[in-house]
Structures are given as structure tokens and as C-alpha cells.
């Protein structure tokens, strides 16, 4: 018998039924140069025909910049130190894509028409670009977990407001978007998300405080940039991602939860009120919910490792532990005082985390510094909301202020 020629071959990337919409999408990447930015250009790579690039940009990282923007053949390259522009410029003559250089620019780069931005600039540094794209009412394809830590009720309203669509990239959110039903919201009795433990999570309490920056470096699971690879170190991470979370779904704060999963795989546990749970699993490979924020509501090809549960044969779990990791402690209590301590936990920890890959702070010595800064704001007063996005900026530069004079 021969084939049957009117079904297409569903194992060739090219046959795959890419609507018109999937096709040609435009994407601009908000910090290029970083795990997720090269992870996003990974899987645009491999699919030509449905992503080309707008803009690329990165803070000081020019040469690789240029590089990229030559190599995946962007309309625009930005980079946020203005006193590269120069060599910014140099590096792309002749090429037709135009540089530009400076905080403005970034935010301007994200305002360019595009179908997607990828938001993936680390730190509180991404909140005005972030911003700026979803009032343009462009889709965000979030990573940048520090926008809805610092301003999450200032974000969301913006979402509603310019009626654009917010997709989460960080596994755990993108899990839990995948494992949420929408029709059965009201349903949903709890959201857990999972916690790989991080490089620490067998060490005794009294070994943490000498743990260096290269113990809090090597994670066991993830290749991620620095920052969050201290903040998986300490699990401010996983305290960073519940306040997102809680922006991100409309549950309460005491819906959500944490489990300590050191292989990495089940990614959030959604509980409904009929028993059911449901479980969104994949390999630690951020290329996996990347691609879901770029091809959602469809679903694309990625050549990240496939599961063999026999072959893995145990996944276990097993609770967080708040006296040797007080950072989840300290996010949940600025959770629950709302989003000026949740502006001063973010701005207090990268000043911290900062301070300990510097060699300035001991490990330890991050939450220290953390909970000291969110007492003396406390003590000096916070306001109880945010209206603008420039009172969050106002009161994340104050709460570097206090962190660094509490160093
Ligand atoms: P990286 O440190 O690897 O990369 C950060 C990117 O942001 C780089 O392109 C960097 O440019 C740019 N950048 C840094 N500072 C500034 C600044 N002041 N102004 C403009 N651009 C800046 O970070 P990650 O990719 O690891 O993380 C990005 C975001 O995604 C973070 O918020 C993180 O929490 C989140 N996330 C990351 C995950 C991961 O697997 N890495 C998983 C889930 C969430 P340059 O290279 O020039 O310094």
C-alpha cells in the first residue's frame, strides 16, 4: 500500500500546520545577552519561517550584541550603556541595523510595533522596557519575574488596561498557565509550585554561612544567569516567584504553596476541588516554557530532552525548610503587607546578592540584609499601594539606599 498522501508528514518541522498568524511573528528581545535572551534565539533559529528578529539588546555586553544582531539580522541593536554607542555604532557599519544606546532607548526599543517582547532583562532594571511594551498593548512574554515582585498591582492593571496579552516564561508560572483551566478557575483550591532546593539543600545550617560564591553557583539542575542562580541558592527565588504567581492568577495568597523537588521535572501542581491534580512535567530546560510564551495559544517544536520516567525512576518531594532558608519566610511576609515591602524585598536582595558574588557578604548575610531592610523601611514607613510605576521606582531607590547603608 502506499502512503496516504492527503495526511501530511506530522514529523517534519516544515509540515507542521503553521497558521498565518504563527507565521513571520516579530520578536524583540529585552536582554539578549543572557540565558533567556540566547535560549529565545536558540528556538528562533530553528524556526524561520514563524519568528524573525526586531531588537536585540543588552546592558555592557557590546561585542556579543553586535555579534547576535549581525548574525540573526535585527532591524535594531540597543544597548544600555550609553558610553558604548560608539563602539556600538563601529561595530555595525555598513550593516543597515541601526544602534542606539542609553535607559531611553531601551524603553523606546520596546515600544517599536512588534508581535512579541521578550521581556528578559534581569532585575528591577526591566521595569520601565517591560512596562513601556505592554502600554504599547504589545504581548509580553514575561521572564523578568522582578516587574510583578516589585509592581505587580501597578503591571496588571496596565494589562487590563491596554487589553494585551501577559505570558509567563518562568517554568514554574508557565506550568501552572498551562495546568490552569480557565472554565475552572473557581474550582482551583490551591497552586504549588516546585522548588528544585537549590546547591544547599542537604547542607547543615551551620556550613551555610561559609558557602562561597562558587558552592552558590554550581546549580544542580538549571543553567541560569547569576542573579537567579543565587536567589535559587538562598530560595528567594521561589519566594520572588509565589508573589508572582499571585499577581499572575486571580487566587488568593493563601492558595499558593511551595514543595521541594530536587529533580526538577514536575514543574507546579495545580489542585482542583473535585481531588483531581494536575501537573505540567517537562526536563529542566528553559527552552521548553520559552517556547510556549512565544507560540501560545499553539504549542512548537523544541529539541530539549525527552522524559523517560522508568529511566528516572523516583521523583521525590519533601518540604521547604524556613530556618535554614529564611528568604521564603521574609517574601512570604512581604506578600502579605503588599507591594511596597514586596518592592523593598526585590530592591534589598539585589543589592545583597550583588554584595555576595562581590565578595562583600557572606551567604547568609543576604537575607540578613533583606530582613533588616524591610524592618527599617517598615519602621519609616511604607506607603499602602502604589498608583505609577515611578512611585515603585522612587521607592526601589530608596530600598537600594537602605540596604546599602545597613551593608
Ligand atoms: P542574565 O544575567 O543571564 O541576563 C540578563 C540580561 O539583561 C543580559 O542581556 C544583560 O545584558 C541585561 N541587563 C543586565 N542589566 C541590565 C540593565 N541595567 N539594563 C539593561 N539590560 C540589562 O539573566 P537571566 O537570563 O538568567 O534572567 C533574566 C530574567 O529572567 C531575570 O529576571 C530572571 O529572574 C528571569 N528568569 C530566568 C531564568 C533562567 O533560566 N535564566 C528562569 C526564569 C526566570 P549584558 O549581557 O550586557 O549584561
Known amino acids: ?137 504589545t504581548r509580553v512574554a514575561l521572564a523578568n519575574k522582578e516587574c510583578l515582585v516589585s509592581a505587580g498591582d501597578v503591571f496588571m492593571h496596565e494589562v487590563a488596561r491596554s487589553g494585551t496579552d501577559l505570558i509567563p516564561v518562568d517554568s514554574e508560572h508557565s506550568a501552572a498557565f498551562q495546568a490552569i483551566e480557565n472554565l475552572n478557575i473557581e474550582s482551583v483550591e490551591r497552586v504549588t509550585l516546585t522548588a528544585s532546593g537549590g546547591p544547599f539543600r542537604t547542607w547543615p545550617a551551620d556550613k551555610l554561612a561559609s558557602a562561597t560564591a562558587t558552592d552558590a553557583l554550581k546549580h544542580p539542575n538549571w543553567s541560569m544567569g547569576a542573579k537567579i542562580t543565587i536567589d535559587s541558592a538562598t530560595l528567594m527565588n521561589k519566594g520572588l516567584e509565589v508573589i508572582e504567581a499571585y499577581h499572575l492568577f486571580p487566587l488568593r495568597k493563601d492558595q499558593f504553596g511551595i514543595v521541594v523537588h530536587p529533580q526538577s521535572i514536575v514543574h507546579c501542581l495545580v489542585e482542583y476541588d473535585d481531588g483531581s491534580v494536575l501537573a505540567q512535567m517537562s526536563a529542566p530546560d528553559m527552552r521548553t516554557p520559552i517556547a510556549y510564551s512565544l507560540s501560545w495559544p499553539r504549542r512548537m517544536k523544541t529539541p530539549t530532552e525527552r522524559l523517560d520516567l522508568a529511566a528516572l525512576g523516583r521523583l521525590e518531594f519533601e518540604s521547604p525548610d524556613e530556618a535554614r532558608f529564611p528568604a521564603l519566610r521574609l517574601a512570604r511576609e512581604a506578600m502579605q503587607a503588599g507591594d511596597p515591602a514586596c518592592t523593598i524585598l526585590n530592591a534589598a536582595n539585589e543589592v545583597a546578592v550583588e554584595s555576595f558574588l562581590n565578595g562583600r557578604l557572606r551567604f547568609t548575610g543576604i537575607a540578613e540584609i533583606v530582613e533588616k531592610t524591610l524592618n527599617k523601611a517598615q519602621r519609616l514607613g511604607l506607603p499602602n499601594s502604589f498608583k505609577t510605576l515611578d512611585e515603585v521606582l522612587e521607592l526601589d531607590r530608596s530600598g537600594r539606599e537602605l540596604a546599602h547603608s545597613l551593608l
Not at 44 to 71: D, H, Y
Not at 111 to 136: E, H, N, R, Y
Open 1 to 137: 500500500m502506499g502512503q496516504n498522501h492527503i495526511k501530511p508528514d506530522w514529523t517534519s518541522d516544515d509540515a507542521r500546520p503553521a497558521s498565518d498568524a504563527d507565521a513571520g511573528k516579530t520578536v524583540t528581545i529585552l536582554g539578549a545577552t543572557g540565558s533567556i535572551g540566547k535560549n529565545t534565539l536558540d528556538l528562533i533559529e530553528r524556526n524561520p519561517q514563524r519568528f524573525r528578529v526586531e531588537t536585540l539588546t543588552a546592558n555592557s555586553n557590546v561585542r556579543e550584541l553586535a555579534e547576535m544582531a549581525l548574525k540573526y539580522g535585527a532591524s535594531h541593536a540597543v544597548i544600555g550603556d550609553s558610553a558604548l554607542y560608539a563602539e556600538l555604532k563601529d561595530r555595525l557599519s555598513g550593516s543597515g541595523i541601526t544602534p542606539a544606546a542609553g535607559p531611553d532607548a531601551l524603553v523606546e526599543a520596546a515600544t517599536m510595533p512588534v508581535d512579541c517582547v521578550m521581556a528578559a532583562i534581569i532585575g528591577a532594571a526591566g521595569l520601565k522596557p517591560t512596562f513601556a511594551a505592554l502600554s504599547q498593548g
